[in-house]
């Protein structure tokens, strides 16, 4: 039998697309709501850790699968959302997680790194709850986008900080 909180948070009969889902924040994610009874979607870069993660939550019943793909690509962004609607049926929730960092004063960034966080940090983001949203969210007229942000985008970039992209992006 449930206590009022579980009822309150069950997820049961729900699918989530969480990005960046292969390790840390993002699998702690989607353990929590695989143990709200939601069906798990994980994407990141890394199949083989995907594979891994996904392991990791199956051995604890959670029904999780998975799809390795670039979220920094907008053909790979329609790619995960055709491929998990293939294999989901719809998602309720979408997690957009996925992010990068890259070190550099200033002065001396790269644009290539530049546009390589923000590429991931923000358009991603738009695209993938664009995609989502125009695939299952809005047909259903349900849905849940949780956009992960960081404390870095309040403090800005420092003189002695190294992450101007990341901070900028998380600020956006």
Do not use: C
């Not at 890394?46 to 793909?69: F, M, S, V, Y």
């Not at 998602?91 to 890259?102: C, E, K, M, P, Y």
């Not at 403090?155 to 900080?161: L, Q, V």
């Amino acid at each position: 039998m449930s206590t009022p909180i579980q009822k309150l948070f069950d997820l049961s009969g729900q699918t989530a697309l969480v990005t960046g889902g292969s390790r840390g924040l993002g699998l702690q994610i989607a353990e929590a709501l695989g143990e709200a009874g939601a069906k798990i979607m994980l994407t990141s870069r890394k199949a083989a850790d995907l594979e891994e993660a996904a392991a990791q939550l199956q051995a604890k019943g959670i029904d999780t699968r998975w799809i390795a793909a670039d979220a920094s690509q907008p053909s790979e962004i329609a790619r995960v959302v055709d491929e998990a609607m293939q294999r989901m049926g719809h998602i309720d929730i979408l997690v957009n997680n996925a992010g990068a960092t890259w070190g550099a004063p200033a002065e001396d960034y790269p644009l290539e790194a530049w546009d390589k966080v923000m590429n991931l940090n923000v358009r991603s983001i738009f695209l993938m709850s664009q995609a989502v949203g125009k695939r299952s969210m809005i047909p259903r007229k349900q849905g849940k986008i949780i956009n992960l942000a960081s404390i870095a985008g309040l403090a800005g970039n420092t003189p002695d900080m190294t992450m101007l992209a990341y901070n900028t992006s998380k600020a956006a």
